[in-house]
C-alpha cells in the first residue's frame, strides 16, 4: 500500500469499463463523505473518454439524490483506447489540473485499475479503486459491486425457465456472463438448484456434461437446468446445444441466453450497503494518505489492497464450494 501525505481538497470520481448495479451507490457515497469532510468532489463523465474531453461537473449533495436505487451510473461509462496512450493521459492529466482535482476515485475492474496504476506512476495523482464489476473476479475482496444484484438477476430467470422446463420434460442450457470468471455461474446454480454447471475454472469435456445428464435421467429427473459460463471449456452454448443433442434424445434441448440482463435493474440491499461502504471508506482513505489500492471487504473488514495485487492475482471459487455444488446438483 502506498502512503504519503498530501492535502485532499478536490476529488475526481468517474466509473469505466462495464457498468454494474451499485455504482451509483458508490457514487452517493463519495459525494455524501466528501461533503461532510468539507471536500469537493468532481464527476467526470464517460471514465477515461471523458477525463480525456474534459468532461468534468462539480457534484453536489443535491446531485446524488434519488439514484440510491438505480442501476446503471449517473456519470455513464466507456472504454478508452485513446487513454492507453502516453498523448491521451497527458491530455487527461491537463483536464484534472484545469479543474484543481487532487486525488482520483475509479469505480470499476482490471482495466480501470491498470489504467489509473499507469496514471499514477506518471503523474503521482493519489488514487482509490472500487471494485465495480459483476464478474466477482477481483482479489482483494470477498465480493463486488454489482456481483449480488446479477446472481439474483439470473436466479429469478432461472426460476422462471424452470416451470416450462419442468412442464415440457426438456433440458434448459442457461448462459450467463463470465467470460474468464465463473462466479456468477456457480452461485446461480447453487441458487437455483441447477442439475450442473459449466464454468472457466473447471476444465469439462461435451462427454463428462453428457455422463452427468446421463446419470440425471437414471434417478428418473425429468428435466434439467445446466447454467453455463460465457468462458466454459467446451465452446459456444448454441454449439454445446447441437453436440448434446446428437449424444442423448431423452430430453428436448433449449438454450436461454440470459446476456445484459444481469448488468441492469435495481441494486440488491447487499450491493447498496458494499457500495455506500466502500465509497465512504475511499474518501477517508484519501484523507489518511493512502493511494494506488482497491478498497473492498474481506470478512466484512475494510481492507485495501495494492493495485498491482488485486490486477495481477488471480481470485478463484474455491475447490470446496464447487465440489458441494455438484453434490447438492445430483
Do not use: W
Not at 31 to 49: K, P, S
Not at 127 to 155: E, K, R, W
Not at 239 to 258: A, F, G, H, Q
Not at 263 to 288: C, F, I, K
Amino acid at each position: 500500500m502506498t502512503e504519503g501525505k498530501k492535502e485532499i481538497k478536490r476529488i475526481g470520481v468517474f466509473t469505466s469499463g462495464g457498468d454494474a448495479p451499485g455504482m451509483n451507490a458508490a457514487i452517493r457515497a463519495v459525494v455524501r463523505a466528501a461533503n461532510f469532510y468539507d471536500l469537493h468532489v468532481y464527476g467526470i463523465h464517460r471514465g477515461y473518454e471523458g477525463m480525456i474531453d474534459g468532461e468534468i461537473k462539480r457534484l453536489e449533495t443535491i446531485d446524488t439524490a434519488n439514484i440510491i436505487q438505480r442501476g446503471g451510473t449517473i456519470l455513464k461509462t466507456a472504454r478508452s483506447m485513446r487513454f492507453m496512450s502516453p498523448e491521451g493521459r497527458k491530455m487527461a492529466y491537463d483536464n484534472l489540473i484545469e479543474n484543481d482535482i487532487d486525488a482520483l476515485v475509479a469505480i470499476g475492474g482490471n482495466g480501470t485499475f491498470t489504467g489509473a496504476q499507469v496514471f499514477l506512476n506518471e503523474y503521482g495523482i493519489p488514487t482509490i479503486g472500487l471494485p465495480g464489476t459483476i464478474d466477482n473476479d477481483l482479489y482483494g475482496t470477498d465480493y463486488t459491486i454489482g456481483f449480488d444484484t446479477a446472481v439474483n438477476t439470473a436466479v429469478q430467470a432461472v426460476d422462471k425457465i424452470r416451470d416450462t422446463a419442468d412442464s415440457h420434460n426438456r433440458l434448459f442450457l442457461i448462459e450467463v456472463m463470465g467470460r474468464h470468471s465463473g462466479y456468477i455461474a456457480l452461485h446461480t446454480a447453487i441458487g437455483s438448484g441447477a442439475s450442473t454447471f459449466l464454468i472457466p475454472e473447471q476444465a469439462t469435456s461435451i462427454d463428462g456434461l453428457v455422463d452427468k445428464i446421463k446419470k440425471a435421467l437414471k434417478r428418473k429427473k425429468l428435466f434439467g437446468l445446466v447454467i453455463i459460463a460465457e468462458g466454459n471449456h467446451i465452446g459456444e452454448t448454441m454449439d454445446i446445444s447441437k453436440m448434446l443433442e446428437e449424444r442423448t434424445t431423452d430430453y428436448d434441448v433449449k438454450v436461454t441466453i440470459i446476456g445484459h440482463l444481469q448488468r441492469g435493474g435495481s441494486p440488491s440491499a447487499y450491493d447498496r450497503m458494499l457500495a455506500s461502504r466502500l465509497g465512504h471508506q475511499a474518501v477517508v482513505a484519501l484523507m489518511e494518505g493512502k493511494y494506488n489500492v482497491m478498497a473492498g471487504v474481506v470478512n466484512d473488514q475494510v481492507v485495501f489492497t495494492d493495485f498491482e495485487q488485486a490486477i495481477k492475482n488471480k481470485k478463484e471459487p474455491t475447490q470446496d464450494l464447487i465440489k458441494m455444488a455438484e453434490i447438492l446438483g445430483m
